[in-house]
């Protein structure tokens, strides 16, 4: 039994509580981070951002391989699925990565605990060992970032072969001949999206009448027919009420979400992203008097639970699930227990769907905006007129912007093309500083580059989108 005193005990080792690590640590805080699964890096760089990235790549590539190299000119034979080399090549990257976080515990002069954590009244935090040890620790402050898990549906029980959840549909063992994706969010359609390049018949099912709730209308419509081009199917406003599992696949119940008859669909795989819901079991919130929402999450104030000393960041809380999020969080919580001004602005968290092509947004939606009766323009540019994506064959999508029609403020910025997602930032910039649409469309881009399209959607505000 070891013993040790600190000033952050941190419950989590993910983007939100490895980062939490990384700064307190800077800021000469004396530090612990405790984490369970044997390695860190939390569900961000082991089941999700990172090994669903991996198989994005590859199966892109595979895609292109298969159907795009000939049309420049490069002529490969029919290429061949080596499944069990793409997920080692997943793996060992995810392993690099968590490595990499490990030495950044080194470096920062964070102790590492691995083993489950549980908070055993104020200023206490027992670990369970993944040896078998146990260690007693006594801390001036508590770090919730126990993070989250995948939602369960109903009448649809994971078995992590033929129904599976996000983590399971990273690691099947054969590219199944049809996949029923149940959810429409950002999860499944990057999942669905991995399995149909690979070869899949993908079929998605989802209970709303739209696709990626969260996203601006005309941009989800517009990916919506991008994804059916590409061959999904999609049965929107549709309910999965049970799922049956046998040797020929499995059969669902589907019943129309406002009521109505009932219909099957077969599959030989079953994914089930429905959401993710916050995770705390076993923490011992009630020692120190914390109870979770009805939906699971720690309620908070910038950060600070309840219980003084006992702070939460990530998924664990409110806001969007989403790793850079967490990132926020924790680099704002830290500061604030070092006694500084920690802040985090979530009207300025971007949002990125890692499909080809990609879907990136920041700020407030057009529908947003409307309810909220400001008065806006938009300034909208096809890639189609961008000859950077002409050139590379990649024309899909636009990029559009909403701003103040008074003050030309920035109130929301959405892009569906050829890697948006590195070019959100430059937006989330310019609004972190207030800024106006003038101030982009006057700000030289360089060329060829599929960023000037940003720039001309924002000439578009004011009517001066010149290359169209
Ligand atoms: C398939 C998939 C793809 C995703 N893609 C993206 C993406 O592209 N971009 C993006 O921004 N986000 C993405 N996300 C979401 C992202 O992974 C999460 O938002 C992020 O990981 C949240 O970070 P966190 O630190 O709050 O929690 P987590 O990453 O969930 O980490 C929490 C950690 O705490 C540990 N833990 C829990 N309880 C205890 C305990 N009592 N003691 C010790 N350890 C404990 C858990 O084992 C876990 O490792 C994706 C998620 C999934 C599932």
Redesign the pocket.
């Known amino acids: 039994m070891a013993d040790d005193n600190f000033d952050v005990v941190i ?7 490895y980062n939490a690590a990384v700064r307190a640590g800077q800021l000469g805080l004396k530090t612990a981070i ?4 044997g390695v860190l890096g ?3 760089l082991n ?3 990172m090994p ?2 991996a198989l994005l790549h590859a199966s892109e590539l595979f895609e292109a391989a298969g159907h795009e190299f000939s049309t420049i000119g490069i002529d490969v034979p029919a290429p061949k699925l080596n499944l069990v080399q793409m997920m080692k090549a997943k793996q060992d990257s995810v392993t690099a990565l968590t490595k990499g976080v490990e030495f950044l515990m080194k470096k920062n002069k964070v102790t590492y605990y691995a083993g ?3 908070i055993a009244g104020p200023g206490k935090v027992v670990v369970a060992g993944n040896d078998g040890s146990t260690s007693n620790l006594t801390t001036k402050n508590i770090v919730i ?4 898990e995948p939602t369960p549906l109903p009448g649809v029980d994971v078995d992590q072969k033929q129904i599976v959840d ?1 983590t399971g549909a990273l690691s099947l063992s054969a590219v199944p001949k049809s996949l029923v994706v149940v959810g429409a969010g950002i ?1 499944g359609l990057e999942l669905g999206s991995v399995w149909r390049r690979l070869g899949a018949q993908v079929t998605v099912v989802e209970f709303l009448d739209r696709i990626t709730p969260g996203m601006d209308t005309e941009t989800a419509t517009a990916f919506q027919k991008t994804l059916t081009k590409q061959g999904f199917t999609f049965k929107l406003g549709t309910k999965v009420t049970s799922a049956k599992t046998g040797v020929k696949g499995v059969e669902l119940t589907l019943e129309p979400a406002a009521g109505g008859a009932q219909e099957k669909l077969s599959a030989d795989v079953v994914l089930v992203a429905i959401g993710r819901r916050p ?1 705390t079991k ?2 011992g919130l009630e020692s120190v008097g914390v109870t979770p929402d009805q939906r699971g999450f720690i309620p908070t104030n910038h950060f600070k639970t309840a219980a003084p000393g006992v702070w939460a960041i ?3 809380i409110l806001g969007p ?4 999020k ?1 990132e926020e969080d924790a680099v704002a919580c830290i500061e604030l227990i070092a006694g500084k001004a920690g802040h985090v602005d979530y009207n300025l968290v971007p949002s990125v769907v ?1 499909t080809s092509p990609e879907v990136a947004w920041v700020g407030q939606t057009e529908e947003q905006v409307k309810a909220s009766g400001v008065a806006y323009k938009t300034g909208k540019f096809p890639f189609m007129a961008n000859s950077r994506a002409k050139i590379n064959h990649e024309t899909e999508g636009f990029v559009k912007f909403i701003a103040d029609a008074k003050t030309d403020k920035v109130l929301g910025v959405h892009m569906m093309g050829p890697q948006v997602g590195e070019m959100i930032g430059e937006a989330c910039v310019l609004m972190a500083f207030g800024g106006a649409s003038e101030d982009l469309a006057r700000t030289c881009h360089p060329h060829p580059t599929r960023s000037e399209a940003v720039r001309q959607a924002a000439m578009g505000v004011e009517n001066w989108t010149m290359q169209m």
């Open positions: 419950i989590g080792g993910g983007p939100g509580g405790v984490e369970s699964r939390g569900t961000c089941v999700g951002c669903s990235k489950f954590g549980k970032a126990t993070g989250s996000s999860i995770f076993g923490l990530g998924d664990v699930m989403l790793a850079h967490a890692y």
